[in-house]
């Protein structure tokens, strides 16, 4: 196990955009007795209804899903470059049926009883404040149904106040 130690928020640096779409990150959700992770590059970071938030989008079709929507918490852990076939991995198999963390060399960690993987280098633990399934009529664009929805796997958008931060 690592050690991590809470980072106050003002002191993260950070470009949401080589984050998030440049690096990924492993979105983490559950329990001590059942957790998954994911591999998203679709999200960022700002300031809404007075907090520091995370948005991140995940399809009806994942595990991690599920375990979002029956608790109230999830985590956002970044990774260096080594990990990157892991990320790869966590990105392409389901933990609905397989022990994904042992076969991509991970392994979770818990902090507030948040699962997130041990091996990354900053954390974000977050408290959901949103969920909001996108749907078809909510596109301006026709272009995107068409590209990212073609066999109607849609996302939800989970907006999450970060409760705390994590580095080593």
């Known amino acids: 196990m690592h050690m991590f130690q809470p980072l106050p928020i003002e002191l993260i640096e950070c470009n949401p955009f ?7 990150a492993l979105l983490s959700a559950g329990s ?17 209804w007075g907090k520091n938030v995370v ?8 595990y991690t899903k599920e375990l979002i929507d029956e608790g109230g918490f999830f985590s956002l852990t970044f990774l260096e470059e080594q990990y990157r076939k892991a990320l790869n991995f966590c990105g392409s198999h389901s933990g609905r049926t397989s022990d994904k ?20 280098s900053f954390v974000l633990l977050c408290e959901k ?11 301006l664009s026709p272009h995107i149904m068409e590209k990212f929805y073609a066999d109607g796997d849609m996302h939800t958008m989970y907006v999450a106040e970060v409760i705390e931060a994590l580095a080593r």
Request: no cysteine; net charge negative.
């Open 55 to 62: 948005f991140v989008f995940v399809r009806d079709s994942r």
């Open 32 to 48: 001590k007795t059942e957790a998954n992770t994911m591999t998203i590059s679709w999200g960022g970071m700002g300031v809404l």
């Open 101 to 120: 963390m042992s076969s991509a060399g991970l392994s979770f960690d818990f902090r507030h009883s948040i699962p997130y993987v041990d091996e990354g």
């Open 129 to 139: 404040l949103s969920a909001t399934r996108l749907t078809q009529d909510s596109f």
């Open 18 to 24: 080589t984050r998030f779409g440049q690096d990924w």
